[in-house]
Every structure is written in C-alpha cells, then in structure tokens.
C-alpha cells in the first residue's frame, strides 16, 4: 500500500471511529446496566442519578473548553426538543433491559436501523427498491423467530419499551441530520441532558423513588455505566455529523452483536437454537438492507 492510499484508509478510518466507539461504549453501557438492575437499583433510580452526574460532567467540560460558536436559538429549541425524546428513549430502552434477558432487549431495539432506512424513504431522504424491501422482510422475520422461540417467556412490557425506544431513537437520526449539522457536539448533548435530568429529577419527587445498588458490584457499575453511557452518547454525536444517519445506523450493528456476546460470555445469558438464527438472520438482512444504497 502506498503512502496516498494508507493516508486515505488512515482518514476513512478516523471518519469511522466515533461510530465503532459509540457502538462499543453503548454494548458496554448495556451490560453494565443489567448488572445494576440485578443488584436492585430500578430504572427511574438509575437515569434520575446518572442524568445528574452527566449533567455536571458536561457543565464543567464546556466551562473549562468553551464551543467555538454557540447553538442559534432554533439549535437549541432543537436539541432541547432531543432531550424530552432522548428522556423517553432512556427509560423505554432501560425498561426492556430491566424485563428481558439483555440480548432480547438490544436485538428488538436493534430494528431502528431498518425503521431509519423506511422512514428515510417516506421522507424522500432515501430510497428503497425490491431488494431494500426483501431485506426489510427477512429482517422482520428474524425478528419474529427471536421473539416467538419462547414467547410465553417474553414480557411484553418490554418488547414495547424497546420497540418505542427504537422509534425514538430513528427519528432523533433524522433530526439531528437535518437540523444540527455543523454544530457543536458536546452543545447537542448539554441541552438533549438538561431537560431529560430534570424530567427525571422531577417524575422521582413525584413518586419517591430512589433504590440504590445493594453491593459495591452494583455501584460499581452503575459508575462504569454512567461513563459508557455518556461517551456513547457524545461520540454518536459525532459520527452523525461525519458520516451521516444511515452510515452510523450501519456501524452500530456492533452494538447488538457484542451485546450479546458480552450477555453470554459475562451474565450467563442463553439463546435457544431457533433464538440465535433468529438473530444472526435479522442482523445479515439489517447490514444488507443499509449496504444496498
């Protein structure tokens, strides 16, 4: 390889990174957050005192290393509208995770890539011919194997909670493309966080709910939580506004895969036979129905 083509595989790679870290903070921050659910904190609990921390983690950060512009006010009207939806993708998404076995929770709410894709093409931002629409079908039924191998064990509660927060999350892609390209990160993050914290903060006094971790375990994790979670979300950010929604959506199939693994390897998570197919069938058909454009 010679020097211009390292160089151009060295910048590919480097407009690639935010997504590979994304993806991997987001498995770990999943795996964590199951370990803090087993060790007794439930979910308001959780996303009220992680709101907070992140919240005074970002206000220190942008105090110390000021933006080179600020949000316009439509910007921040934008992000602050992100940050009641991200409220409400959190605790959807936390609430699966909290129901079902972790690797069920994640690959359901792994069909937003393909919900991404279709909503693109409603919108005229993409299109999807046969072969888009095929793969959106296999990808359906995989989805359908994995959740019918052991329905009577399945909580319906929390396919909802994960089903919601994949919808969520594809139209939070859309907007952040169209509406914050060029803009600050970190600026999108501090006002997607103040809003959801204080709607967490607020729906905890109302219900006076607050149920620590039992063991250094869990506290433990809900350390490492807190960090990955935050990360996740910050460099998510980033590759929107390097690569674009669709291209990020297609990074992100790591998280699924590694989820998964990692609930296998390290909670003694089990897949039926039928489970497992069901799965590794509807992440083909995600990366084939992204990889068609």
Known sequence: MNGTSLATAERKFAALLPGIMSALSFSAADILGKVVFNDGMDVLSFITARGVLTVLFFWFWLRGAPPARSHTRRERIVSIVMGVMFAANVFCLLLAIQLLPLSIAILTYFIYPLLTGLAGAATGIDRVGWRGLLAALVAFV??????????????????????????????????????????????????SL?????????????TRTWN??????????????????????????????????????????????????????????????????????????????????
């Not at 989805?143 to 909580?155: F, S, T």
């Not at 919808?167 to 501090?190: E, H, K, M, P, Q």
């Not at 103040?194 to 109302?206: G, K, Q």
Request: glycine content about 10%; hydrophobic content about 60%.
């Open 142 to 191: 995989g989805l359908a194997m994995m959740l019918g191998a052991r329905l009577g064990d399945v909580e319906i509660l929390g396919v909802a909670g994960a089903l919601a927060a994949a919808v969520l999350r594809v139209v939070s892609l859309l907007i952040t493309r169209a509406s914050l390209r060029g803009t600050d990160s970190r600026l999108n993050t501090w006002y």
């Open 194 to 206: 103040v809003p959801s914290a204080m709607l967490f903060i607020l729906a905890s006094l109302l």
């Open 212 to 293: 620590p971790p039992l063991s250094a375990v869990g506290w433990g994790a809900f350390a490492g939580m807190t960090v990955t979670s935050t990360l996740s979300l910050l460099t998510i950010f980033v590759s929107i506004a390097r690569i674009g929604p669709f291209r990020t959506a297609l990074i992100m199939n790591l998280e699924p895969l590694v989820t998964t693994l990692g609930s296998i390897a390290l909670l003694g998570e089990v897949l039926t036979p039928v489970q497992a197919a069901g799965g590794a069938i509807m992440l083909v058909a995600l990366c084939a129905f992204q990889l068609r454009r």
